[in-house]
């Protein structure tokens, strides 16, 4: 048995299998042949006070953050500062007046309901803040048993899994990947079964906009079931019993109101309409998200397209209008192209939704003016 499975693991990943093979030699080496210094052997420099303190002032440590390039120290002055919500609007630092709320993702409009507050509320006020740990270690708080994105690339990074890409929301490109391993497995005689294998996708993505296209995923019938056999409650920490409660009264809220939903969908069709039909602009997000990316039309440089849409957000701003630029770590393996974020919600009302539509309009026009001369 052990012999079979070893051989398995040299075919399957035999760079993995040396490199762990060298670790338990070293670590023999380690504990049995190497001999362990004395340190009284060791050598002490003689240095003096004076000398010593000259060494520390000359000293001059590495900074723990790089510093910033031009390009960011610009987009984090240029950053707003939200000081306050109210209903559909906020207020941002240095501006007077309240700007209509277009940059969050509080879909359903529940984030700002009395009702919420109350139960987060009345939650601290039984529970306190939180076991802060797994409710293994820490126990388990009845409100957790009630009714029952660090990012993604993050996660499998970490898993130490081997993985393959395919294109963006492609399922004809997934498939090509999909036959790929299948005939890798048929090649190197791998039993499919020895492997867990995922495929990680998105509901609605953040990035982009657009939804995953889960019935054509499923056609592929790639995964038969997954089955989870460990305690969960022992490997994760605990949410905060407030938060519980408010799901909770939210999940309650939806129940009774599913009109809310509705009125999500027809919004945000009718702002993809719209401003797709913005001069200069085109929507690069799906009708039915309620998250709007709008890019630039026409084909320019990242970098420019950039200072040209932060010009834009800035205007609407001025207009009256909240509304983002999408910004990505740089550490971001697949960073999409620039784009302006806007995000819709099941409260903005029609006359809202015009509002911020022409004040886009507006900047737009105003940013993509020719300057005279060029």
């Known amino acids: ?22 670790l338990i030699a070293f670590i023999v080496y380690i504990l049995f042949f190497k001999k362990t210094l004395n ?130 929301n492609d399922m004809d490109d997934l ?60 490997y994760s920490a605990a949410a905060p019993p407030f938060t519980s409660a408010a799901a909770s009264a939210a999940l309650g809220m939806l129940r009774a109101e599913p009109n809310l939903v509705a009125a999500l969908r027809t919004n945000a069709e009718f702002l993809h309409g719209a401003v797709g039909a913005i001069p200069g602009l085109k929507v690069t997000s799906c009708a039915l998200s309620p998250i709007v990316h709008v890019a630039l039309a026409g084909e320019q440089e990242a970098a420019a397209v950039r200072l040209v849409l932060q010009g834009i957000a800035k205007r609407c701003a001025e207009g009256g209008v909240a509304l983002t630029t999408s910004t990505y770590i740089p550490s971001e393996k697949f960073p999409p192209p620039p784009t302006i974020r806007i995000t819709t919600n099941a409260l903005h009302t029609r006359e809202q939704l015009e509002q911020a539509v022409r004040v886009l309009a507006e900047a737009t026009a105003a940013a993509l003016v020719p300057v005279e001369g060029l």
């Open 1 to 22: 048995m052990y012999r079979e499975w070893w051989l398995n693991l040299v075919r399957e990943d035999p760079g993995h299998v040396v490199v762990e093979t060298a």
């Open 39 to 168: 340190p009284k052997d060791l050598s002490k420099p003689n240095l003096s006070s004076r000398e010593i303190d000259e060494i520390i002032d000359d000293w001059k440590p590495e900074p723990l953050v790089p510093p910033l390039t031009e390009e960011e120290t610009s987009e984090a002055e240029s950053m707003p500062v939200v000081q306050e919500f109210s209903g559909p609007y906020l207020r941002v630092e240095g501006i007077e007046k309240p700007l209509l709320n277009m940059a969050n993702f509080d879909f359903l409009g529940m984030g700002q309901r009395e009702e919420l507050k109350q139960a987060a509320v009345q939650a601290l006020d039984k529970y306190g803040c939180g076991s802060c740990g797994p409710r293994g270690f820490y126990g388990t708080i009845d409100v957790h048993t009630k009714g029952v994105e660090e990012n993604v690339q993050t996660g499998i990074n970490l898993s130490r899994s081997t993985v393959r890409t395919f294109k963006h």
């Open 175 to 234: 498939e090509r990947v999909l036959k790929e391993i299948a005939a890798e497995d048929k090649k190197v005689k791998r039993n499919v079964l020895d492997q867990r294998r995922f495929i990680v996708v998105e509901g609605l993505y953040r990035n982009y906009g657009d939804l995953c296209p889960l019935p054509r995923l499923l056609e592929l019938k790639v995964v038969d079931h997954q089955r989870l056999s460990a305690a969960g409650y022992c």
